[in-house]
């Protein structure tokens, strides 16, 4: 991802950079097309790419689940109504329906289908509408921190944990495992 933003940015100034963007926050709830998206993101970013090309690149950024993912998450789902909240269009929501993922959890909520994008309390708000649960009945587990600060913001437990691995410890740790 770095690399699709000119490579000059941490990991934590990369997701702010990317969830402050215009063209990403559009293409992201379904309101820009990928096309599009390309073009504006290359300008807005001043990226050494052709729209096209960063296309090509920008679909094979995700390049496959963590081992232990899917375990995870079968497990979780046995125990929990459970959920995919992601940021993502279309371009590579069809990677993870193409990986398995959908099974392993009760609800898959897609920025590009929800209409919002995490870390806005809007998108909160619509995926546990979905859920049919108040805040203060969720945990949300992410990587970065300003995605679990948007979920706090809104009354969410959450926890930045980086892997499967961290992720499995912190369920047990909270006993939830």
């Known amino acids: 991802m770095s690399k699709l933003l ?47 090309s960063y296309l090509t690149e920008f679909r094979d950024w995700l390049v496959g689940p963590f081992p ?17 909240l992601s940021n993502m269009g279309s371009a590579h929501w069809c990677k993870i329906e193409a990986w398995g993922f959908l099974q392993h959890v009760h609800h898959a909520l897609p920025s590009f289908r929800i209409g919002a994008v995490k870390p806005d309390q809007e998108y909160f708000q619509r995926a546990l509408n ?6 203060d009945e969720a945990i949300f587990f992410f990587a970065y921190q300003i995605n679990c600060d948007g979920a706090i913001a809104f009354g969410i437990a959450a926890f930045c944990t980086r892997g499967v691995d961290e992720t ?10």
Request: a negative charge.
């Open 168 to 177: 499995r410890f912190k369920l047990i740790e909270l006993g939830l495992l």
């Open 6 to 52: 000119g490579g000059t940015h941490t990991r934590e100034q990369m997701w702010r950079a990317w969830l402050a963007s215009p063209a990403v926050r559009a293409y992201e709830s379904g309101n820009l097309s990928e096309t599009e998206f390309a073009h504006q993101v290359v300008a807005e970013f001043a990226l050494d790419y052709t729209p096209e």
């Open 68 to 84: 232990g993912a899917q375990e995870l998450l079968s497990l979780t789902k046995a125990r929990y109504q459970t959920a995919l």
């Open 130 to 135: 979905v859920m049919n649960i108040s805040p």
